[in-house]
């Protein structure tokens, strides 16, 4: 059973950081991609930042240069390192992975960020 748990939010002053963390079990994790999304009250998810079974990242151009995105493959475990936060970065933010070979998508709990300005 793939499971993909969320943690880190919380709130944050403008120009503050958080980090998030995805804990995925059920999936061999060092061979999926896993991406994190955001989705703010009235608007659709988003995909805010990826990483590819090889570290190969993309990001939404209103998180460059702030986001960072990481994996660590002996914790089964994603990061988001959030800085220079903004209002606009206010969201329940979802860890995500397609695995291989499996017909479906996973999604965590989601973790809510609150950026107060």
């Known amino acids: 059973q793939v499971q993909l748990v969320e943690s880190g939010g919380g709130l944050v002053q403008a120009g503050g950081s958080l980090r998030l963390s995805c804990a995925a079990s059920?999936?061999?994790?060092?061979?999926?991609?896993m991406g994190w999304y955001r989705q703010a009250p009235g608007k659709q998810r988003e995909l805010v930042a990826a990483?590819?079974?090889?570290?190969?990242?993309n990001y939404a151009d209103s998180v460059k240069g702030r986001f960072t995105i990481s994996r660590d493959n002996a914790k089964n475990t994603v990061y988001l390192q959030m800085n220079s936060l903004r209002p606009e970065d206010t969201a329940v933010y979802y860890c995500h992975t397609s695995p291989l070979g499996a017909t479906m998508d996973y999604w965590g709990q989601g973790t809510q960020v609150t950026v107060s300005s």
């Open positions: 990483i590819t079974r090889h570290g190969a990242t």
């Open positions: 059920g999936i061999i994790f060092s061979i999926n991609a």
